[in-house]
């Protein structure tokens, strides 16, 4: 006894502009992270070095 399997669904329409201003605020909020990362590892590197210096 063989199966036939069903045919495959219509995928829903995207909205590539949507997604497109989705996956631009995501990368916005990457930077900003990561600045926000490094200034702090940067200010604590500075102390550090402050600490070991004097």
Do not use: I
């Amino acid at each position: 006894m063989h199966l036939q399997a069903n045919p495959p669904r219509s995928l829903p329409p995207q909205d590539m502009e949507a997604m497109d201003a989705t996956e631009q605020q995501a990368q916005r909020l990457t930077y900003v992270v990561g600045a926000v990362a490094g200034a702090v590892l940067l200010v604590l590197l500075c102390l550090l070095c402050s600490r070991a210096l004097f």
